[in-house]
């Protein structure tokens, strides 16, 4: 009688140990890892990324990883085909000098000491105009860069002319062409210190087109022109609104003594103008 019970019952133990064991095994291969399942030594533990071991959200793993973006600090690209155009303006004191610098190294000049950059075409808030105009209010932009204090600063004014005529100019009234040029004292005109703009080496006689039938516009046939003026000054343009010019560099009597006190009345500058709608190559 012992012997037949026992005979049945080891198929029943047996029997429940398997499903025991399956059910054992079910469980750890279902449900998640835990710490305590990750036995590891010392050496190994430091191999093991911190963010792992946090058991942080694949995002947040993925953003601290992620490179940076680019910041204001980074350099420039001037994409072919784009025009030039002023700084950004959430760019920091620096990267602005830094982006005026590669702006006018890409145009083909290199900057020197204190320098005025004059963007014909384009004013202070960006908005552009067509470089020909030659007898339009103030709207265009002067920057001026100084290397001692590594300071910018933007002023509206006018490369042009404020006027389609002049007996002053009876070839056409002047618009000296895009280019770099130096600007020395030379005392006052209109009440204010003035600088009179020649070539780099000294010449007067600076290139210019002219606006030969005074429509106010220089034209793609006046600009075949091969012709010089004298005389550009950097000047008080006398009126807030128009600048009182007939081929000089002009801004605004209250924005003219801004630009005296951030340039010097004592000092020389280059010059360098250019042309914001002339895309790059």
Known sequence: ???????????????????????????????????QDVLVSGDFAREIPKELTRSKPVRQ????????????????TFHPGSRPQLAQKH????ARYEYYQ?????????????????FRGISPDGKRHPSGNNSSP???????????TGTVTTLLGSTHAGQPTSTLSPGGVAQIKPGSYRAVPAGEYAQMDCWLVTRPSGE???PCWRDANGNGF???QEKRSGLTATEILFHNGRYPD?????GCQVLPPELMERFIREVGSENSFDFILIDANRRFS
């Open 242 to 246: 128009y600048g009182s010019s007939i």
């Open 1 to 35: 009688m012992y012997k037949g019970s026992h005979s049945f019952k080891a198929p029943v133990i047996v029997a429940l140990t398997v499903c025991y064991l399956t059910l054992l095994g079910y469980h750890h291969f279902t449900r998640p890892v835990q710490d």
């Open 138 to 148: 103030y709207d265009d932009t002067f920057v001026i860069l100084n290397p001692s």
């Open 61 to 76: 793993i993925l953003e601290k990883t992620r490179a940076p973006l680019p910041g204001p600090e980074s350099k420039f």
């Open 102 to 118: 590669e702006l006018a190294t890409e145009l083909g000049y290199q900057l020197d000491g204190l320098t005025v950059l004059g």
């Open 218 to 220: 220089v034209d793609s």
């Open 204 to 206: 007067e006689q600076v």
């Open 91 to 94: 760019l920091g004191p620096k």
